[in-house]
């Protein structure tokens, strides 16, 4: 069955779609927070997490699905299981926060920060 499978769609393609993603969790990793939309923040946590959660296991298959997911690229991957991984070992998830920021002013949508906690 695939009860709650849903995602956001974020009006895109799905192509389109994974690269945003990839490329939001690419510089969350590297930067720490970063300042997008709501509606990017809220489809971001779920990968990010998975992401984090995948770096705390530490062995090779581990580090090969990471670098899959953030599409070869070695240095954010590094980053990832060098330094944001071990921060968050005895904790048992919740790496994220999201906080309000204002209305973007081109076209009023809600921007946050998402931050590594």
Known sequence: MRHQKTRHKLSRDSAHR????????????????????????????????????????????ARRQALATLGQDKFAVHRLFADVAPRYVDRPGGYTRISKLASSRADGAQTVLIELV
């Open 18 to 61: 994974k690269a945003l993603l990839m490329n939001l969790c690419k510089e969350v990793i590297e930067h720490e927070r970063i300042s997008t939309t709501q509606a990017k923040a809220n489809a971001l946590r779920p990968e990010l997490e998975k992401l984090i959660t995948l770096a705390k296991r530490d062995n090779l298959s």
